[in-house]
T-cell receptor, first 115, second 108 residues
Framework: DTGVSQNPRHKITKRGQNVTFRCDPI?????LYWYRQTLGQGPEFLTY????????KSRLLSDRFSAERPKGSFSTLEIQRTEQGDSAMYLC?????????????FGEGSWLTVV | DAKTTQPNSMESNEEEPVHLPCNHS???????IHWYRQLPSQGPEYVIH???SNVNNRMASLAIAEDRKSSTLILHRATLRDAAVYYC?????????FGTGTRLQVTL
């Protein structure tokens, strides 16, 4: 399978703990995106990378959230001191170039439940 | 990003065509129109995208109004596997902004 891969698929954590999600984009895709989705809502943009550079961050990405893409390949999204409101599905996506004429491919998502 | 408006839900019978409308009256001249769909507990799946001309692929057809203020996703023969939330998006070069989409129900 050469699609976008996300791990872990499911994570249950206690409030206050840190969690980290990993995303492996489609090979050679230089853009990588993180979205968050809560029940009944469409995905919300969090941030995106062009190669290793983080070019845009949503105001939804509070100080407790940090994303990295150290070598321009895989990416990690870390949430520190988790809160119950962080419970959501975290989606990773990748594309070759910008979205105007290119297709963004999404992974299956990582479900986070904060108890 | 241009705001899109879609009906909250639609129903179709299996084997019949489905026309899913979308309004994007504030779309800019360089924004593409993208359609994605999402099955329960899965990530969004690309369906089709276009700029000005109508587009066809193995999944669907996209009909774009001449003034580009609206578009219609056409599923030629709906199946039960097409039941999903369909998102119409007109995005910038940096990201896609999703709305709440149209929930399509397909019945026998």
């Amino acid at each position: 399978d050469t699609g976008v891969s996300q791990n872990p698929r499911h994570k249950i954590t206690k409030r206050g703990q840190n969690v980290t999600f990993r995303c492996d984009p489609i090979s050679e895709h230089n853009r990588l995106y993180w979205y968050r989705q809560t029940l009944g809502q469409g995905p919300e943009f969090l941030t995106y990378f062009q190669n290793e550079a983080q070019l845009e961050k949503s105001r939804l990405l509070s100080d407790r959230f940090s994303a990295e893409r150290p070598k321009g390949s895989f990416s990690t999204l870390e949430i520190q001191r988790t809160e119950q409101g962080d419970s959501a599905m975290y989606l990773c996506a990748s594309s070759l170039g910008g979205t105007s004429g290119n297709t963004i491919y999404f992974g299956e998502g990582s479900w986070l439940t904060v108890v | 990003d241009a705001k899109t408006t879609q009906p909250n839900s639609m129903e179709s019978n299996e084997e019949e065509p489905v026309h899913l409308p979308c309004n994007h009256s504030t779309i800019s001249g360089t924004d593409y129109i993208h359609w994605y769909r999402q099955l329960p507990s899965q990530g969004p799946e690309y369906v089709i995208h276009g700029l000005t001309s109508n587009v066809n692929n193995r999944m669907a057809s996209l009909a774009i109004a001449e003034d580009r203020k609206s578009s219609t996703l056409i599923l030629h023969r709906a199946t039960l596997r097409d039941a999903a939330v369909y998102y119409c998006i007109s995005g910038t070069a940096s990201k896609l902004t999703f709305g709440t989409g149209t929930r399509l129900q397909v019945t026998l």
